[in-house]
């Protein structure tokens, strides 16, 4: 029988270690275990909010491959010519027999994934086609917002509108009227100014002659801007007024951003606004709380799919031939080489190959399967210190790889979406 004077004084001395102020207690609670305890916790926040915000942008922004079947459905039958129809569809090697083999492959970064490999016919309003550059645009945006606030500079966030119009091509004269009035008034500053401009459109397909509100959002950064720089810009807007076209001065919104820890989710909800506009295909599936009935985005008219949707489909983007929906500053770059780490201008991609001979198997799946890939990588591949987890990420695209090039049947690859990781 154990001595119970043991036994107490065994008690009494764990109670001393993990309770004396003094004692070695204080000096395990406050190493190792509480370090470690700490970092679990914080892991765990920033996967929250990671995830947290991979739900908002999907649900505000971003279009999930779900809907892009429907548009890419919608577009291989509606679409004014041929190359759009059938973009995407065929490798490049089996067009032209006298290449050299040109691999398909799948690529996967934070902001969009694509396919390269395949004839495109380079429409910036092709749903597959637009997304082969939105990730580098995104990111470059993204880092531009990012090195001006290393820099002290001042940012802001501009939406400048014009009453809707009928004719999509007079509101396109309209806006780049406007827009080059005020980049003059950029080039006769004292200050440097960049920015980088998206076009912006929705649609009301019961009223005709409101028919198209075409619109501008843009991020302008600027060394030092005037107090008065956000009146200067609504002001040279609306000076381009006509008795036709007048643009309200309230509607022309200028937002300073002081990027706080506070304005870090704003500044990355309206990046996210961008980057989707860098797809070149509108600003995404909107939340329907957030528009009228009124009102439809490019990609609501393609999945709704009605014979007075084909025609104002076909109508726009007869009207937006040759427009440039997304536009830079060419003294941008300038503002990324001021980055203290030039490394991190760099945008992280994954590619995963795609053998010929295994192409029509995965064709009806490639959107999913991207879509998954994504999702793993960037949602779930992270440290505890917050950086890509590059073991895991080498497991999910392995074993992708792996299923493709050895699957039987179809159903193998179909499964590939369903694949769970720890």
């Not at 569809?89 to 290449?99: E, F, Y």
């Not at 001042?154 to 980049?183: G, H, M, N, Y």
Request: proline residues 3%; charged residues 25%; aromatic residues 8%.
């Amino acid at each position: 029988m154990p001595n119970s004077k043991n036994i107490g004084a065994a008690k009494a001395l764990g109670n001393i270690c993990l309770s004396d102020s003094e004692g070695h207690g204080a000096i395990f609670q406050t190493s190792e275990y509480i370090k470690a305890m700490a970092a679990i916790h914080e892991n765990l926040f920033h996967r929250k909010q990671r995830f947290f915000q991979y739900l908002n942008r999907y649900e505000e922004e971003a279009t999930t491959a779900s809907h892009l079947k429907k548009m890419m459905g919608f577009q291989r039958q509606h679409a004014p010519n041929k190359t759009m129809r059938t973009c995407n569809t065929i490798p490049i090697s089996c067009i032209r027999k006298d290449a050299e083999i040109i691999p398909v492959t799948m690529r996967v970064n934070e902001y969009a994934f694509s396919m390269s490999g395949l004839n495109r016919c380079k429409n910036p309003y092709c749903n597959l086609c637009s997304r082969s550059r939105a990730g580098e645009r995104a990111h470059k945006i993204r880092r531009g917002i990012e090195v001006a606030s290393d820099n002290g500079f001042d940012v802001f966030f501009v939406s400048l509108t014009i009453p809707r119009q009928q004719d999509i091509k007079t509101a396109r004269e309209e806006i780049s009227r406007r827009w080059k009035a005020l980049s003059n008034v950029f080039q006769q500053m004292e200050q440097t100014v960049y920015y980088t401009r998206a076009l912006d459109v929705t649609f009301n397909k019961y009223v005709k002659s409101q028919r198209y509100h075409l619109h501008v959002h843009a991020v302008v950064i600027v060394e030092n801007a005037p107090k008065t720089f956000a009146q200067t810009i609504q002001t040279t807007w609306t000076a381009q007024n006509t008795a036709t076209c007048r643009a309200l001065a309230k509607l022309q919104d200028v937002e300073r951003v002081t990027l706080t820890h506070d304005s870090i989710g704003k500044v990355s909800k309206y990046v996210a606004k961008m980057a989707g506009l860098a797809l070149e295909i509108s600003n995404g599936t909107m939340k329907s709380t957030t528009k009228s009935k009124w009102t439809d985005t490019l990609q609501d008219l393609m999945i709704d799919d009605t014979p007075i949707t084909r025609a104002i489909y076909k109508e726009y983007l007869e009207g937006m031939r040759r427009a440039r929906t997304l536009q830079t500053s060419k003294n941008w770059n300038d503002l990324l080489k001021l980055a203290e780490d030039e490394e991190e201008n760099e945008l992280e991609q994954f590619e995963i190959d795609i053998p010929l001979h295994r192409w029509l198997s995965v064709k009806p799946h490639w959107l999913d399967i991207a879509e998954k890939v994504q999702f793993e990588i960037f949602q779930n591949s992270y440290t505890a210190a917050g950086e890509l987890d590059y073991i895991r990420i080498d497991k999910i695209l392995n074993d992708v790889q792996t299923i493709i090039n050895n699957a039987v049947d179809d159903v193998e690859i179909s499964l590939i979406p369903y694949l769970t990781y720890d």
